[in-house]
């Protein structure tokens, strides 16, 4: 989480798309969806193991009950979507974008993201637990009491986020810049805050979670 100059590649998507909708039968187990847009409908209470996209536009499109462990998702962009509370378990995803989405507690325990930008986002109580990231970038996002607590991460960066009581337990903060995120409050341990970047605001608040009493004098 190395700061705002972190570049995430975009998803490779076709100059045209054939529109499309994704029946209840299609989510079943190690399906494959490819090459298509996919807008303004409901995908709802479906369930499906291991599913592939591939080279995928949705834009105003809500996830609904939907459970999709250990998906695969490449060159994939999400525009005004609502993923919230999707089960996303050890999803695989590169090259992907949420621009202006709902991931009210989407859940990406143990998900590998590789060139993922969440931007202008709405993610309070995600879940990103045992989560491997690398080149994902948080741009404008609001993630209070989200879970990133035992992440791996790499090239990922939190900017101009709200970051208010988001987990970070057993995530070491070394290199991350949280000096333009906005927080109340954190969930870390101190040993994990070593070489963590902040303000000197927010080094008051710091002071004020660990009993610490700053002299002004």
């Avoid at 029946?23 to 291991?50: F, H, K, P, W």
């Avoid at 974008?97 to 993922?116: I, S, Y």
Wanted: hydrophobic share 40%; aromatic share 8%.
């Amino acid at each position: 989480m190395s700061g705002s100059k972190v570049k995430v590649e975009a998803p490779k998507l076709p100059a045209a798309l054939e529109s499309r909708t994704i029946d209840a039968y299609e989510l079943c187990d190690e399906y494959a969806i490819s090459d298509c847009v996919v807008r303004d409908c409901e995908v709802e209470n479906q369930t499906g193991y291991r599913i592939c996209f591939d080279r995928i536009l949705f834009q105003n499109v809500a996830f609904r009950g939907t459970s999709l462990p250990k998906s695969e998702w490449t060159d994939v962009r999400f525009d005004n979507c609502d993923l919230s509370n999707i089960d996303l378990n050890g999803a695989i995803m590169h090259r992907v974008t949420f621009h202006e989405c709902k991931l009210l507690g989407m859940d990406l325990t143990e998900a590998t993201l590789r060139n993922v930008l969440f931007d202008e986002c709405y993610g309070d109580y995600a879940v990103l637990r045992f989560s491997n990231t690398k080149q994902v970038k948080f741009e404008k996002c609001s993630l209070a009491k989200a879970d990133l607590s035992n992440m791996t991460h790499a090239q990922t960066s939190l900017h101009e986020c709200n970051i208010d009581g988001v987990q970070f337990a057993q995530t070491k903060l070394r290199g991350v810049d949280l000096s333009n995120c906005d927080f109340a409050s954190l969930s870390v341990n101190i040993e994990d805050l070593q070489g963590c970047m902040i303000s000197p605001l927010q080094a008051s608040s710091f002071a004020t979670m660990f009993g610490l009493v700053v002299n002004e004098d």
